[in-house]
């Protein structure tokens, strides 16, 4: 997917690979990979883990949804690439047939190989259940340009899954302002399995490299819920130059926590509540008020060559995949505040120390960032940032639990990464902590537009995916008529909309299938499906 600056690939399983940005001298890399890692214990207090990093070996997960088909994975083992604007194209009749990616849209699965009916989110014109393009449905994406991939970790792979199937949709926007420089990241997981997992973490694994990998530094924005990477000198040699980035991820919604733990987890200030309106809402099971997690810890590591202690290198076995996902070393030791000195200070500590000894922390490299709410550590400013004597090609995870994963259930997960490049190291620090902190703010709203038989710039009509309704938009300094009338010509009502404002088109008494909305004024034509 190539938009704005910005250039990155998905595979088939769902993970990111060479997010890149564009400049005069050429392309550059800020992501060399991203992926999403899940570990629990079952009911026997077995650990299984299903995490991906470069796909060297056997990876854990397959393209495909649960399946008993053994050719799934050749199946699905693609990447589904949406436009908007071809979607626009689509259903204002602006294509010849039907455009491939929208006919190919994997919205239902095989149910006679035990896959789920749903996969694909789609806008059902007709309303009838089934994704049908020749009536007029299409591929429900956000943003502007959306990559989508479906996925599994149980489909014939040595070693046992946990029976969880990833929806991935990447997206992004172009709106000529900071969104420009943002990518989403959406998943939907399902447990499709009969298994119950407790202690269930799930961890968003990052290897960013900036240009010039060997000279990154990781840190954590705890109040943004944000790991990210910035240049550990000024000059990022044989990439960004004098202008070096910086680029961060940050968890906008992560899974939901068990019910009334005691414990703040979403960090609102309402212990076993949520924050709706200004006021806690204390979780109740019957409406469905419960926290989610955003993150609740961080961690960096070393590649196996970069010379840093074993315990603090690549992970090997389950065990230490599921330390690291828990902000732990891979021998189990705790991650600690270890001589805190102070942003740009050789000084600092890397973390880890031969005996665990220390002041531990949920967060690594949090700067003065911290937890308010007291629910993680550190719970006031601690000034501890890497060591430039630290800055290597390593690697993040911005972690989420623990948390029960029941049989059967589902739940969404949000995050977003942004970028910056800046005049030197600090500069970056500071201005990519700044571009995280909006991250949080509502997305650009993007529906699909469905313009007039012959051009008209008074009026316009759109669909809305949310509310899965039509409407009419009247630019004007006046109010308009319209009629609507099925494609027969039969009158359905009379529609007026007043000046400067917008009207949707109510359903009521329609049929599915195509009408007309005639401006009485100009006699101009618009089509619209139900």
């Known amino acids: ?64 949804p649960v399946s008993n088909d053994p050719n799934a994975a050749t199946i699905y083992g693609k990447v589904y690439h949406v436009s908007l604007q071809t979607i626009s194209d689509f259903v204002n009749g602006n294509t010849t047939g039907i455009p491939q990616e929208i006919a190919n849209w994997p919205a239902h699965g095989n149910t006679a190989m035990g896959e789920a009916a749903k996969l694909a989110p789609f806008v059902d014109v007709d309303n009838d259940g089934n994704y049908d393009p020749s009536q007029g449905d299409y591929p429900d994406i956000k943003g502007d340009e959306a990559l989508f991939a479906i996925a599994n970790d149980k489909n014939h792979r040595p070693t046992e899954g946990m029976g969880l199937e990833v929806h991935a949709m990447a997206y992004a926007y172009t709106t000529g302002g900071i969104e420009d420089s943002i990518v989403y990241l959406d998943y939907m997981i399902y447990n499709r399995s009969q298994d119950q997992f407790a202690d269930v973490y799930i961890s968003s694994f990052l290897d960013f490299d900036l240009g010039d990998s060997g000279d990154d530094l990781p840190a954590t924005n705890i109040n943004e819920d944000a790991v990210f990477c910035y240049n550990g000198d000024d000059v990022d040699q044989g990439g960004f130059g004098n202008q070096p980035a910086s680029c961060a991820l940050r968890i906008l919604k992560g899974p939901p926590r068990d019910y009334l733990d005691g414990v703040d987890n979403d960090r609102d200030g309402c212990v076993d509540g949520v924050l709706i309106n200004g006021a806690c809402q204390p979780e109740d099971p019957s409406n469905g008020i419960q926290e989610h997690y955003k993150m609740s810890s961080s961690m960096a590591y070393f590649k196996f060559a970069s010379g840093a202690p074993t315990q603090t290198s690549d992970p090997v076995n389950a065990p230490e995949f599921y330390n690291y996902m828990r902000s732990l070393w891979k021998n189990g030791n705790n991650l600690v505040i270890e001589n805190p000195s102070g942003f740009g200070s050789t000084n600092n500590g890397d973390g880890y120390t031969i005996d665990g000894s220390g002041t531990k922390t949920n967060y690594v490299y949090p700067g003065d960032s911290y937890d308010a709410s007291g629910a993680f550590t550190p719970s006031s400013p601690v000034n501890w940032f890497a060591s430039p004597d630290f800055s290597s090609d390593f690697r993040m995870l911005a972690n989420m639990g623990p948390f029960t994963l029941t049989a059967g259930e589902s739940f969404d997960l949000n995050m977003a990464i942004v970028w910056s490049r800046d005049s030197s190291a600090a500069a970056g620090y500071t201005h990519i902590n700044s571009l995280v902190s909006g991250l949080g703010a509502p997305k650009p709203v993007r529906n699909v537009s469905l313009r007039d038989f012959t051009a008209d710039r008074d009026v316009d009509l759109f669909f809305d995916t949310q509310n899965r309704e039509w409407v009419l938009n009247n630019h004007s300094d006046r109010s308009l008529d319209f009629k609507l009338v099925s494609i027969s010509g039969k009158l359905i009502r009379h529609i007026t909309i007043d000046a400067k404002s917008h009207l949707p088109i109510q359903r009521s008494e329609l049929v599915t299938g195509i009408y007309l909305l005639i401006n009485q004024s100009s006699g101009k034509a618009y089509k619209i499906m139900y």
């Open 1 to 64: 997917m190539e938009v704005n600056t910005l250039k990155l690939k998905m595979f088939a399983d769902g993970g990111i690979g060479e997010m890149q940005t564009q400049d005069s001298l050429g392309y550059h890399t800020l992501l060399y990979a991203q992926s999403l890692w899940f570990a629990g214990l079952d009911a026997n207090n077995s650990l299984h883990v299903s995490a991906i990093t470069f796909r060297t070996t056997t990876p854990d997960f397959k393209p495909g």
